[in-house]
């Protein structure tokens, strides 16, 4: 008889959904951004590789390691599959502002983690691409979400007053980091 074997993502998402249950309710945002909240989660789907991410990252008042590994490598370069340690900065502030748009739809990533060769590649394509981007910190994250106008999403994350917020519009996503407060774009 063999026994059953439980993965990391499947232990990690039964932590999430037992703890989910037993929490209580946390406000539109929390943390250092916008008062308290007891838990803070981040849902998320990539189309570049098809995986998604529903994740309790933090309760009371601390960081869960293993969930925030989780994210960072969600939010790998999938270029290269290279990671980075994501800032959990901006993992909070991709909460706190997907709380605040009150939609049960997860973040679309289009961007996290990008290793310097991507960033060059991405540079060379666009005059919109830093040369010293947050993304190749692991700080910085492009993001859309069904049923909210790039408007919306970014006016979510200004209202944290936490990092940067762009707008491009005309690429149909918004840009949050947990650089200085600032915003551009349209």
């Given at each position: 008889?063999?026994?059953?074997?439980?993965?990391?993502?499947?232990?990690l998402?039964?932590?999430?959904?037992t703890?989910?249950?037993?929490?209580?309710?946390?406000?539109?945002?929390?943390?250092?951004?916008?008062g308290?909240?007891?838990?803070?989660?981040?849902?998320?789907?990539?189309?570049?590789?098809?995986?998604s991410?529903?994740m309790?990252?933090?309760?009371?008042?601390?960081?869960i390691?293993?969930?925030?590994?989780?994210?960072?490598?969600f939010?790998r370069?999938?270029?290269?599959d290279?990671?980075l340690?994501i800032d959990p900065r901006?993992?909070?502030?991709?909460?706190?502002?997907?709380n605040?748009?009150?939609?049960?739809?997860?973040?679309?990533?289009?961007?996290g983690?990008?290793?310097?060769?991507?960033?060059?590649?991405l540079?060379?394509?666009?005059s919109?691409?830093?040369?010293?981007?947050?993304h190749?910190?692991?700080?910085?994250a492009?993001?859309?979400?069904?049923?909210?106008?790039?408007?919306?999403?970014?006016?979510?994350?200004?209202?944290?007053?936490?990092?940067?917020?762009?707008?491009?519009?005309?690429?149909?996503?918004?840009?949050?980091?947990?650089?200085?407060?600032?915003?551009?774009g349209?």
């Amino acid at each position: 008889m063999t026994k059953p074997t439980m993965t990391r993502r499947a232990l990690l998402g039964a932590f999430a959904a037992t703890t989910a249950s037993a929490a209580p309710y946390a406000a539109n945002a929390f943390g250092l951004l916008r008062g308290a909240g007891d838990i803070r989660r981040l849902k998320m789907h990539s189309a570049r590789t098809g995986e998604s991410i529903d994740m309790i990252y933090w309760i009371d008042g601390d960081y869960i390691r293993p969930a925030i590994q989780e994210i960072t490598y969600f939010m790998r370069d999938w270029r290269s599959d290279e990671t980075l340690d994501i800032d959990p900065r901006t993992v909070d502030i991709m909460a706190a502002s997907h709380n605040l748009l009150e939609t049960r739809q997860p973040y679309l990533l289009l961007s996290g983690y990008r290793s310097p060769a991507t960033n060059a590649m991405l540079r060379a394509r666009s005059s919109g691409v830093a040369r010293n981007s947050l993304h190749m910190q692991g700080q910085a994250a492009d993001l859309r979400i069904e049923g909210r106008s790039v408007r919306q999403v970014a006016a979510a994350a200004q209202s944290c007053n936490a990092g940067g917020v762009g707008r491009y519009s005309g690429s149909n996503f918004t840009h949050m980091d947990c650089g200085p407060v600032r915003s551009w774009g349209r």
